[in-house]
């Protein structure tokens, strides 16, 4: 079957760096995508790797191992604007999105 | 204009009620998507349109009837729900499927309760 994990919650500091991990088991793979959901609002893309290797996007990085069927989120410099939910996807063979339950991320002063 | 905008945001309903959700995208996509998202658990896809017309159906129950007129709107028709079905529904759109970097933009969900 098809399967996606993340972690339910994580807590961090303002200011620091938190790394968000996501392991996939889809039926083939055209990439992985990171997006951020506000409380409320509507999920905004943040990030696709479908090569190994990380992609940096200013304070937000992701990383990919193919063989591995993993991938991370690595936020830096972390704000309380961050607080959010992140939601890991691996699209599948049928370019069909395969979506994990999403990590709550909350960031303390 | 924002890309995606759902109506309405909020939706409380009965079991015989028939209402429609709906979501017009001003991004000059050819897909458009319906998400049922459920307190922690994952996306799920209901309905996928190319070009305004149905490819995918993910086994969803007849009492949702999706619509989508032109590759701007699209809606959901809802008639005799369950309590389960109380849940955010989310639109989203794209460029055009079958692509691997094919970003889906979404829209900020209806809220929707089954009484």
């Known amino acids: 079957g098809q399967n996606i994990d993340q972690p339910t919650e994580m807590t961090a500091t303002e200011g620091a760096i938190v790394q968000i991990n996501c392991t996939y088991q889809?039926?083939?793979?055209?990439?992985l995508f990171w997006y951020q959901q506000h409380a409320g609002e509507a999920p905004t893309f943040l990030s696709y790797?479908?090569l190994d290797g990380l992609e940096e996007k200013g304070r937000f990085s992701s990383f990919l191992s193919r063989s591995k069927g993993y991938s991370y989120l690595l936020l830096k410099e972390l704000q309380m604007k961050d607080s959010a939910s992140y939601l890991c996807?691996?699209?599948?063979?049928?370019?069909?999105?395969?979506w994990g339950a999403g990590t709550k991320l909350i960031i303390k002063p | 204009e924002t890309g995606v905008t759902q109506t309405p945001r909020h939706l409380v309903m009965g079991m015989t009620n028939k209402k429609s959700l709906k979501c017009e995208q001003h991004?000059?996509?050819?897909?458009m998507y319906w998400y049922k998202q459920s307190a922690k658990k994952p996306l799920e896809l209901m309905f996928v349109y190319s070009l305004e017309e149905r490819v995918e159906n993910n086994s969803v129950p007849s009492r949702f009837s999706p619509e989508c007129p032109n590759s701007s709107h699209l809606f959901l028709h809802l008639h005799t729900l369950q309590p389960e079905d109380s849940a955010l529904y989310l639109c989203a759109s794209s460029q055009e499927i079958g692509t691997g970097s094919d970003i889906q933009y979404f829209g900020a969900g209806t809220r929707l309760s089954v009484l």
């Open positions: 889809t039926s083939g793979f055209n990439g």
């Open positions: 996807a691996s699209m599948d063979s049928n370019y069909q999105l395969i």
């Open positions: 790797n479908v």
């Open positions: 991004l000059g996509h050819n897909a």
